[in-house]
């Protein structure tokens, strides 16, 4: 796993699509994540994070790529990745409308 910055995340993320493209699909996950490394014990007052960040995965085969993302950054990354992923969701099926008007219909009955 290597871990990127924000910009060059996003840089291999782009190709990471376009690799896809030929040979499989990229997964991405994002979770909250609070700066530590170790999983906190099972008892004890362990004390809350200051700032809670974001931290988001690819994955491509066996290549994977991560970065964090600070709540100062969120908004502009969050644009950023939304144009990536708008530019790069060209492989989707369009829906069959003629099946869904017919499934709408026997559920009515």
Excluded: W
């Amino acid at each position: 796993m290597v871990l990127l910055e924000n910009d060059s995340f996003l840089t291999e993320l782009t190709k990471l699509f376009q690799k896809g493209k030929a040979s499989g699909s990229v997964q991405i996950t994002m979770k909250r994540y609070d700066g530590r490394t170790k999983p906190k014990p099972r008892k004890g007052n362990v004390a809350e994070p200051s700032e809670y960040k974001c931290l988001i995965r690819a994955t491509l085969g066996n290549k994977k790529i991560s970065t964090v993302v600070s709540q100062k950054d969120v908004n502009r990354f969050q644009m950023a990745y939304a144009n990536l992923l708008k530019g790069n969701m060209d492989g989707l099926k369009k829906k069959d409308k003629k099946t869904a008007k017919k499934t709408k219909s026997k559920a009515t009955q």
